[in-house]
């Protein structure tokens, strides 16, 4: 029972901090001044390693914007390696002039598939008008088959593969890599494919925020023998900023809401179609209804540590494949499926076009 006056719950394994306060702290035990109790404190950390410029007259005009917004990593062992082997990438900082290949990077495009990344990173080049022919862009991360990554200009177009995990280790070798290269003013987006909730297929989701399971907005990360919750909060201004470039696409439904992020396509996402189901249709229907109910349009598995580890220049653009409120299986047809997946890559071009001022 907690006292009167207790001020934290002692089952509770997390204590939210400023969101001002960045850095990671060890849990500490503190005894309850009301009722004695020794509690656990888990520190919650707002984890957003990109920096983000201050305020929007700097992004609005970004000819005024004198300073700048360096990639930042919150680990003291990393600048006391002699070396650093980016081991997934396929880079590192002896066998590689990070500065020179990734120096000038402005915008880092992720999401999980190499081919469809592959596809944005050439339809980006043609876009940018980039004289480099299409067959010398290459694959950076060719040594390894873990991730694809692609350059074209200050665009760098990274897969991630499949689900938290994944993109966790892409992320953790990203943003180093970013910060070896001296990178700044740096836009991460997460572009992608999505279930939706109540909203027609072909729906292009803005995220303004990325919610769990429970539909809260948070990441939960085991770091040792602890339960670390990462803060998942995106930049309003950026969302905002990419739902008026959508205005401009003629025919494509865009909104702005939740992005739920689960750790299962299946049983997780409340699906009855794969090979162990646990609940009935009805709980399944309650469930996503209720998920709408707190502000969720879609349903994908990487947001929320993504925008744990990115946050305040970040955005996630996902279209939906299906209305999770009508079937669980994706039956489009091919050529729809294909038109739909390219729907964050246009709108992504078109923003990324616009911040250069190429734009008509
Ligand atoms: O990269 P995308 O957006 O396609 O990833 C979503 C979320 C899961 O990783 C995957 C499930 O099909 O699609
Ligand atoms: O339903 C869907 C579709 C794509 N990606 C998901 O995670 N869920």
């Known amino acids: 029972m907690l006292a009167p006056g207790c001020e934290l719950d002692p089952d509770q394994e997390v204590v939210r901090t400023r969101p001002e306060d960045y850095f990671l702290r060890p849990p500490s035990h503190a ?4 009722c004695g ?3 656990t404190i888990h520190i919650v950390e707002r984890m957003a390693l990109v920096i983000p410029a201050s305020n929007s007259s700097m992004r609005s005009d970004r000819n005024t914007y004198v300073g700048k917004r360096f990639v930042h990593v919150k680990n003291a062992y990393l600048d006391s390696m002699d070396e650093d082997i980016l081991y997934h990438l396929d880079l590192g900082t ?5 500065l020179a290949m990734f120096g000038d990077v402005k915008f880092v495009c992720v999401g999980g598939s190499p081919n469809r990344m592959k596809a944005f990173a050439l ?12 067959e010398d862009i290459k694959d950076i ?6 991730y694809c990554m692609y350059k074209t200009g200050p665009v760098l177009t990274i897969s991630h593969v499949m689900v938290i995990p994944s ?10 890599l970013l910060h070896h290269a001296r990178c700044y003013d740096v836009t991460i987006i997460r572009i992608g494919t999505s279930g939706g909730i109540g909203i027609a297929p072909g729906t292009v989701v803005i995220t303004d925020i990325a919610v769990d399971s429970f539909f809260k907005p948070r990441f939960e ?12 909060e995106l930049d309003k201004e950026l969302s905002e900023e990419l739902f008026n470039c ?13 992005t739920m992020c689960t750790y299962d396509f299946y049983e997780g996402q409340g699906r009855l179609d794969g090979a162990l189901c646990s609940f009935s249709r009805d709980k399944k229907l309650d469930y996503l209804k209720r998920a709408y109910k707190a502000g969720v349009r879609n349903i994908e598995m990487e947001s929320t540590v993504f925008t744990a580890m990115c946050g305040l220049c970040a955005a996630v653009v996902c279209v939906t494949l299906l209305n999770r409120l009508d079937c669980d299986q994706i039956n489009l047809p091919h050529d729809v499926l294909v038109e739909y997946q390219q729907r964050p890559q246009l709108l992504i071009s078109n923003f990324i076009r616009r911040r250069l001022g190429l734009c008509d």
Request: aromatic share 4%.
């Open 37 to 39: 109790t020794v509690m």
């Open 31 to 34: 005894p309850c001044t009301a």
């Open 123 to 134: 339809f980006m080049h043609k876009e940018l008008g980039l004289e480099e022919a299409e």
């Open 221 to 232: 990360q085991v770091i040792l023998d602890n339960i670390v919750t990462r803060s998942t």
């Open 141 to 146: 991360c060719a040594g390894t088959d873990r």
């Open 94 to 98: 002896k066998t590689h002039n990070l």
């Open 246 to 258: 959508s205005k401009e696409i003629p025919n494509f439904p865009t909104l702005i809401g939740h």
């Open 167 to 176: 993109i966790s280790i892409m992320l953790h070798e990203l943003i180093t």
